[in-house]
């Protein structure tokens, strides 16, 4: 054996990256960031937050955002997004009650009845952004206008008021609660079943996402949806079943909503939309499309439940919440742009 032969050099191009690289190039990075710092802000301003039963509480409030912002990362994945997802939460908890109240019907009938509603709506966006070629942002904003006007002009026909009428006193409404609006005991604490979904469906879309082939043609058809089409992409029936998963979604919060609290009111939910679309983008999902993941924005919903039950654990006044959801928007903006630019350009690599 010569002992003087030279040692090859490594191709940098197949050079497996340190650590630094391969973390935050993933979609979810400059999130995971984002959480560990808010979490420290509050767990040393507010030392009740730390509690089981804070957490508790935490986590609700970030799954009736998750829930939501799950649906639309998967859609600004695939290169679109949905201005109407407030108001369609609050359309399908109206669209479900109003029926049992006026036909008198079992509570499931309405339950499914608003399931086939949102889907419905789901569909109608898909289907006119396919068809008309229109930005999502036209589509979706007319779908918004017309969502609130329905939500108002039919509750106050049917009702004569603003807000559907209570239908507890309806058969199926205990069995329906307790699907939709229950608590699960945890290690001593009360649970939301809203969580339980929630992380189900991260679990299963990040499964779709990373596994099957229905994962590579929604970041096909949000990245290069041209291309994609020339190679075989469904691209038509990805956006449309995308849709309609935003309109599962929307009907799954909008049945806890109308079972925790048993009255919706019409003029409900407008603004929201913003708080999903937050949620997704600081988990790392790009307006652009292609790129994102659905742990990124169960994140995302995550630093809001935090930052949502943390100002009022903290004591701080309330009304600057909605300032440090923009800042927070912002900062985790720039922080996942500026890390994954460093990331990429093999930032923290190790001097040999």
Partial sequence: MN???KTVPKDERVASGNWFTKFFTKPEA?????????FAIFAITAPQFTQPSSMATILYGASTVGIMALGVSLLMIGGEFDLSTGVAVISSALSASLFVYWFGTNVWVGVLLGLVFSLGVGFINGWLLMKTRLASFIVTLSTF??????????????TG?????????WPGFDSAAAVFASSVPIFGVNLRITVIYWIALVILATWILRRTKVGNWIYASGGAPESARAVGVPVWRTKI???MGVGFCAWLLGMHNLFAFRTVQSGEGIGNEFLYIVAAVVGGCLLTGGY??????AIGALIYGMALSGVVYAE???????FFLG????GATVLNFSLQRRAAKGGGRRKT
């Fill in 3 to 5: 002992s003087t032969a």
């Fill in 30 to 38: 400059g999130a995971v960031a984002g959480a560990v710092v808010v």
């Fill in 145 to 158: 206008f017309m969502l609130t006007g329905l939500n108002l002009g039919v509750t106050r026909m049917i």
């Fill in 161 to 169: 008021g603003v807000a559907s009428p209570s239908i507890a006193q």
């Fill in 241 to 243: 079943g995308l849709y």
């Fill in 292 to 297: 994102g993941s659905a742990i990124g924005g």
């Fill in 316 to 322: 701080w006044n309330p009304d600057w919440l909605r």
């Fill in 327 to 330: 800042a927070m928007l912002l």
